[in-house]
């Protein structure tokens, strides 16, 4: 097959990897790529200005068999949509189902119609709102999430159990680029418990879980500092029930198929379920995103064994999916780990930042086991340098979760060395128990 795949980032650098690893892909395409991603495939002739619908229809006039949506962003605008017209398989949501991550207060409503477990909330217009419904759940529980209903790049979720906390969330939601996202934002209830994400694949025939993985949002040691696009995760989660999969497939899954279908929306691509899991109580969902996580997709991508390809292939409607791909993904033996590089200015983007030279081994992608993808990399006359923001997510898999973590940072330290400033997390896979 020829695959189209739509996106530049680590996340994306990690599919192109996953799938050009399957006998069924012998041509890869990418819009936009990235340096990154070198010679797995070339890039479509469109520049990143570019209508959504011309790469649809560029993708269709050359031969594409099939799309796979890597952001979120392009999901939101209706790519699949465009897709959709063209009679072009595509892997992700269409525009109405993408709803439910691009709209925070639309996913709660959902929730709710379905019956779906999550934080009580409330859903408000403007700075003023916003301020005085904040206050009156601190005063009440002690407690409120603050979110910006739009899209804000894993940036528009503030934590507050202070009034400090909460002064500070209205200032990076509405004054520092972040108001078009926050035109509506959501207020929850503080849930108690541990966070993980659960991963499966939608579309035609049986939904097909990735697993689970632990995101660690804060950017330093300890979950300190502020909310960032991820510094790390680990899969599979060990402090999980042995059936926590089914859990969440009966509690959160088929209930939210079966209210979508309600609403006459299908869902084809990979379904990101965000939880709050509690001892005694489940699952409550956080947040739903409508496609891989990042660095979630870079961990999963190297810890499952399956051939991605067949899998998306068949959600698609393409090919029959083999019988043994249907399970989850628990066949995967050992553990693995993502740790994420970043510049000195992230996750905020302020000050200058140094540029460093990333070494040609930089990415370990010969070792299926051992890889590192890059997201903030920018090449200039043959070589590549750091840029601003996530730069390399480095990923080990090893039989336990002590020896991928000394594998991971090994890889790491001999690099992060020579970059003065770069910020990485040392306690990724740690609590695990």
């Known amino acids: ?5 739509v996106g530049s980032g ?15 892909v012998n041509a890869l395409v990418l819009w936009p790529g990235s340096p990154a991603m070198g010679n797995l495939g070339e890039k479509l002739d469109l520049g990143l ?5 011309d790469v649809a229809r560029l993708a269709k006039n050359q031969g594409v068999d099939m799309v796979v949506v890597g952001p979120e962003q392009p999901l939101a605008d209706g790519f699949a949509d465009d897709c959709r017209e063209l009679k072009l398989p595509c892997f992700g949501p269409v525009k109405a189902a993408a709803l439910l991550e691009s709209s925070k207060a639309f996913a709660k409503d959902v929730m709710a119609a379905a019956g779906i477990p999550t934080a009580a909330y409330q859903t408000v217009l403007g700075e003023e709102a916003c301020r005085k419904t904040a206050e009156s759940f601190l005063q009440k529980t002690g407690g409120v999430v603050i979110k910006a209903s739009g899209l804000a790049s894993g940036k528009g979720v503030f934590v507050c159990t202070k009034q400090e906390h909460i002064d500070e969330a209205i200032e990076r939601l509405y004054r520092s680029g972040m108001a078009k996202a926050a035109e509506t934002v959501v207020l929850e209830e503080i849930l108690i418990g541990r966070e993980c994400s659960f991963f499966v694949f939608l579309g035609e025939g ?12 804060r950017l330093k040691d300890g979950d300190q500092g502020p909310n960032t696009g991820g510094m790390g995760c680990y899969t599979p989660v060990p402090w999980l029930p042995s059936d926590a999969d089914q859990i969440v497939i009966k509690t959160v899954v088929e209930p939210l198929e079966a209210e979508l279908a309600r609403r006459g929306i299908t869902y084809t691509g990979c379904l990101y379920v965000g939880l709050m899991w509690n001892e005694k109580t489940g699952p409550s969902v956080v947040e739903f995103n409508v496609r891989l996580g990042d660095p979630e997709a870079e961990v999963l991508a190297v810890h499952d064994q399956r051939d991605w390809a067949e899998l998306i ?60 993808f890059g997201a903030a990399v920018r090449e200039e006359r043959g070589q590549m340098f750091t840029g601003k923001g996530r730069i390399l997510t480095f990923v080990a898999r090893a039989d336990d979760f002590v020896k991928a973590r000394k594998k991971v940072y090994r890889a790491i330290e001999s690099m992060a060395d020579t970059w003065e400033g770069v910020q990485y997390r040392r306690d990724i896979g740690q609590q695990l128990s």
């Not at 996340?11 to 996953?18: G, I, Q």
């Not at 049986?206 to 949002?217: C, E, I, Q, R, S």
């Not at 083999?322 to 553990?335: D, T």
């Open 10 to 24: 680590a996340r994306e650098h990690a599919l192109a990897w996953k799938l050009r690893q399957s006998p069924l």
């Open 49 to 53: 200005d570019a209508k959504l619908s």
């Open 313 to 372: 292939a068949a959600k698609v409607g393409l090919r029959a999916l083999p019988e043994s791909f249907v399970a989850a993904a628990s066949r995967n033996q050992g553990a693995s780990v993502a740790v994420v590089l970043a510049s000195p200015c992230y996750p905020f983007g302020e000050g200058e930042t140094r540029r460093f030279l990333v070494p040609a081994d930089g990415f370990l992608n010969k070792d299926p086991s051992q890889c590192a």
């Open 1 to 5: 097959m020829k695959v189209l795949l």
């Open 206 to 217: 049986p939904l097909t879980p990735l697993g689970f993985a632990v995101d660690h949002k």
